[in-house]
């Protein structure tokens, strides 16, 4: 009998065999590894960092640090840009950026303090109130037309904005500062409610309500979707231009909001107000976890960012340390969550496949 011989084929295997699948990669099976990459885990990091934080300062202030006074005063600061901070989580979960929102608190506070504003106002201070949230609106509207219809990329545009409703604040006022004179509008905002000042419960209520639209209705759960393939969005049947739109006309009303808190803590209206307000928004929302991105996004995680911004600054006023160290220190933290942020997101595209 002769002997038959197999020839390779263009594999490299022998004719008739197939080759064999790769081996899966292993994954983790480390549950505390597992654990901090789930959204839960990253809240943890962010409360334990948050907690360290506050202990700092127990240690070098003191009771400074810790007394009733000075916790409110925290939550106050955070006030403004965390309300911002609620409106941009919507933007960047959607693969946006929008760096007018200082500029829009700005405008917002110009013209809701115009002495005609005022004149109409009396004893109607409400009226107040809308001027400042639909300013803020009308430019988160203006920017999305143009970044959705316009094809603008959303860096340009909203940098663009940022620049102009600066200078149409400046033209309005003059470039002096406007007193607010309704009685009305500051007693509002000045007072309380068990004990904690309305602009705090104003934060609460826009961070629940923010909480409530990206985690509980079609609305966010498009957002999420678009930010993560805006192709695949549209396929999906979601109006991408249309709900982007809508989406800076959130980030603008919470600017409207966040400038009648700057209204009723400095009681006048100056085209400074919100002035580089941006970069602390943004670094609170990325230091709280949502994707730069897009993609994914967390109100849970921008408040916790916004508290620990809030807190590091009391610390080092407590302190007496020097303001440019406050900056060294905020610049440290968000390239510590960035880079966070690239290591959770590659072993969740690795583990997914």
Not at 138 to 156: C, D, H, P, R, S
């Amino acid at each position: 009998m002769s002997e038959q011989t197999t020839t390779p084929d263009a594999s490299g295997l022998p004719e008739g065999q197939t080759p064999s699948a790769p081996e899966p990669e292993q994954r983790s099976d480390n549950p505390l590894k597992r654990f901090f990459a789930s959204p839960a885990g990253r809240s943890v990091g962010l409360v334990v960092a948050l907690l360290l934080l506050v202990a700092v300062g127990a240690i070098t202030a003191g009771e400074n640090f810790m007394n009733l006074d000075n916790l409110l005063v925290i939550v106050r600061y955070a006030a403004v840009i965390g309300v911002m901070a609620i409106g941009m989580t919507f933007v960047i979960t959607a693969g946006g950026i929008d760096l007018s929102v200082g500029s829009v608190v700005g405008l917002s506070s110009v013209i809701a303090t115009l002495g005609a504003i005022q004149t109409a106002s009396e004893g109607f201070w409400p009226l107040m109130v809308f001027v400042a949230i639909a300013v803020g609106v009308i430019t988160g509207l203006t920017n999305g037309l143009i970044i959705a219809y316009g094809k603008v990329v959303a860096f340009i545009a909203t940098l663009a904005m940022l620049v102009g409703a600066r200078g149409l604040a400046e033209i309005i006022s003059g470039r002096s500062t406007q007193v607010v004179n309704n009685r009305g509008f500051l007693d509002f905002f000045r007072g309380d409610f068990l004990g904690i000042d309305w602009i705090v419960w104003i934060f609460v209520v826009v961070a629940i309500a923010g909480w409530f639209l990206l985690n509980r209705t079609t609305f966010g759960r498009r957002t999420v979707a678009i930010g993560g393939n805006p192709t695949a969005a549209r396929l999906a049947g979601v109006n991408v231009k249309r709900h982007m739109v809508y989406l800076y006309m959130i980030s603008g009303a919470c600017a409207g909001i966040a400038a009648l808190i700057t209204l009723s803590r400095t009681t006048a209206g100056t085209s400074t107000h919100g002035q580089l307000a941006e970069l602390d928004v943004i670094a609170a929302v990325v230091v709280g976890g949502t994707l730069l991105i897009g993609g994914r996004g967390t109100i849970g995680g921008t408040v916790l960012g916004v508290m620990l911004f809030a807190v590091l600054v009391n610390v080092f006023t407590q302190n007496n340390l020097s303001s440019s160290w406050q900056l060294v220190a905020k610049g440290i933290i968000i390239v510590v969550a960035v880079m966070l942020q690239q290591r959770f997101a590659n072993r969740e595209g690795a583990t997914s496949t």
